[in-house]
């Protein structure tokens, strides 16, 4: 009754993991090395601090991709085949991944700048929204479809996986907002976001 | 009698499928951050929205490629083994692939000046003919040694596909000439070429 | 009595193996092409031998990722199944190997002045430091949860791999500390300890 | 007696295809806009057109590198475990690889220019030339420790490899040489010994 329908996730899983593992690797591209104006060791420890905003870029970036990635590898522990919706679907969430490089460099840029970084902290958190949308947006086409997904899940893990992803999307927005009032507390909801779901177990295992 | 000759394709695929991850996350890399002369949240955000070409061209390419990948995928369930020339055509497809940040960011630097868009969107076209060409041709060659297909692919699965490839390259190079005409006309047909392809079940199921 | 906890390793070890590839493939990226002020083939050949840091920063940093990137290889063989913590080491891990381009152009663009190289030259180090804290991190957690760990390792091969990679770590720290008498010995220390690692067996097989 | 010693080829394979497909892919990054004084689409075909040297660039290189990969791929259907020597030796060739997207920039940049292009040719040869000797390097290593290859392979495949692999080294080096009196010529060679690699089946199977 349960025939499979769609193709297997093997491949798209494949896909995905290089768009994630490409995009967490290029960020680094957007720390320019220190210009030619620097003559003591002195100015290179200085031009190499002057840098903190790159740094805190990074890092965050690189935890938010790689969790992630992580919660993508979950989320296709449940589906486990795919049809074309939801390939499509998957494809709109690895281009907002594969976009965060640009608004990394944006809040690199402005960050040390108290006139403009409530902007483009904001612009980040932005990006973070569309791609927590379509992270829910993909799991709405697999739950919908029941074919698509492994038989062993029960309908509460359905359920909490909804809700995690939903209160997610509200975080991110929420982050978002509380930018223009305040970038540290607005970059520390998206990295403690990031820490809780990437220390978190799988609501599936969990229920 | 039905021997197979010719390698699985499996490393093959993987080969592609890295290409074709790298290629749609480069895209993001021709989008460079607004520069120094930016001293209020107004003024980022108002270069930010002057960026616009780019993001109509990192959404389409991502859209095109994604899309170019998942029939990638798709020609693989049929063909299931390479020989030499097979390995040629899909190394010619993949530089196409491989060459479409280039279009995409000349696209992005003129599609906001009325004098040089059209120029620029039948560049862009152009390299997707070549594309086009190149999974024909690829196809052909899979198409012509039987040996190296599925044996459970039908006949008439055979002539679909041969069809459908056929009419997205005469698509590709419409679109390409009405960019001296309209390029938004010409830049919708690529988008509406990519979800139709995209959406559309594989040709081999239908039949 | 020792069932399996967490979940197996292919994903995280492909997604890794995306993280090093591309890290060693982007180094490249940092060596700019000799300008347009060159008219000569004499120009050139010395414009392209005035490169010689950058080949060295290329070079030793292909090796050193290369190096890692097979302990990384030779790590899980031991670890069997992860769970929360250790993706959140690993992906720390990632960050440093994701790094390292940078350091490695700071280098390649300091090497060659005697008054900036000793600070680039530790600032690199302490990259390698960091990542090497991090490859410690992870085999710790690893190791105390026995449960992520394959069967077959005997409790002296535990013992000889916690002491390597507490030797690896302090021979970084002190080649960071050479880095402000002498470069040259700094960064042969870096060169020697990746020939090393890359050369020895692993050590659960030496047991 | 043959018993297996080293590790299977499975990571190593998945780490070279990475390399492969991101160097190959890297190569676009090289070929820039044209600038922002372009303002009639005359100009930007013209400018287009300009770039013929990195649109030569572009197609040989992927043509050399997809071509290497072709090849790596064969190599490793006869090499069936590795063991550290033969790890290390795959870094060096992976370095002669990823380093193409360098001396093809520099190419690209002199091909048009009569005084200069002869260096860039001889330049880009020579990468090719080391490139090959690792190639002929890991090999070696390879055939040596017989435990290493597939049980399956006749002495007289054996021989014809060590054959091809040493001729090839030979012909780059030729081209190297050539360059000197004639880029086309030299540029040629490359291109056919692409071709005559890529085309031809493997010298296992054809004995």
Redesign the interface.
């Known amino acids: 009754m349960n025939t499979p329908s769609g ?1 297997p996730t093997f ?1 798209l ?3 995905s ?15 320019r ?2 210009g030619p104006g ?4 002195k ?3 200085s031009a ?1 601090g002057d840098k903190w905003p790159n740094y805190v870029g ?2 965050l970036s ?2 938010v991709i ?2 992630m ?2 919660n993508h ?1 979950a989320l296709f ?1 449940y589906i486990k085949r795919v ?3 939801l ?2 679907a998957n ?1 709109l969430l ?2 907002g991944v ?5 608004p990394t ?2 809040l690199a ?2 960050l040390a ?1 108290p ?2 970084r ?3 902290t904001a ?1 980040y958190g932005a990006t973070l929204v569309f791609t927590s949308m379509t992270f829910n947006l993909t799991w709405w086409i697999g739950r919908k479809e029941r074919s698509l997904l492994g038989s062993e899940l029960p309908q509460r893990g359905l359920r909490t996986i909804t809700i995690r992803y939903a209160v997610a999307l509200a975080c991110y927005a929420a982050a978002t907002g509380i930018a223009f009032i305040n970038v540290w507390i607005s970059l520390s909801v998206h990295l403690v976001l990031a ?1 809780w779901n ?4 799988r609501a599936g295992r969990d229920s």
Do not use: C, K, Q
């Open positions: 193709a491949r899983e494949a896909f993991d290089g768009v994630f593992a490409i995009a967490i690797t290029l960020l680094v591209l957007e720390i090395v220190p620097i003559h003591t060791a100015d290179l420890w190499l990074y890092a690189f935890l790689g969790v990635w992580i590898h522990e049809n074309r919706p390939l499509v494809l690895l281009m594969g976009f965060l490089p640009f460099a944006v840029e402005h700048d006139s403009t409530s902007a483009a612009f820490l990437g220390f978190s177990e």
